[in-house]
């Protein structure tokens, strides 16, 4: 009988333990390595790493048009660039690019998406370039937070990290 129980409770433990490494392969997405800097790789296709980066240089090109405009007084200029790439911008991912998406960085993305709407509310709202750049540089904390957890790789070439 003791023996038996001894058993029962093995089988409990690797049963139990199955069961939670089938959660965690469901849950976690699988095309995420650690890089030897710390950060964390996205592995895309060539094709949705491409995008990313192109929508990655409009955000660039966007600040700088914000921080231009704004020093120049010239707010529509500002809440042009920024609704650009506001949340109507975000809806045209692919379903498929953001099921590779860990949590963090789609809720990182979409803030920030939503951010630069706020901001285009903003500049319609003021002529003060303090009040802009103030909003930009929170909006940056974003660039800053991501950039510091993730980095994009290429799947098959990258898997390594
Ligand atoms: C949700 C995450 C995230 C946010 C938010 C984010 N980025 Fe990025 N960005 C990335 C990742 C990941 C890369 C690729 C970095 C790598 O592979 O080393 C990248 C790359 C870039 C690049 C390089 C593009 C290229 O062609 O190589 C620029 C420029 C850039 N980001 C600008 C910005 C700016 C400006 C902001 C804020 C307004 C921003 N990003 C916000 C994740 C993010």
Known sequence: MKTGCKICRLLNVVLIAALLGGVYLVMVPQNIKTHADGRSVVLLNQNERNKVLGEMRGLLETVQVVVQAATMGDMEAVAAASSAVGMAAAQAESPALIAKLPF????????????????????????DPTVVLTELGNIMDNCVACHSGYRLGVEGADNEG
């Open 104 to 127: 963090e960085f789609k809720t990182l993305g979409m803030s920030t998406h939503r951010a630069f709407d706020s901001l285009a509310e903003t500049a319609q709202g003021t002529d």
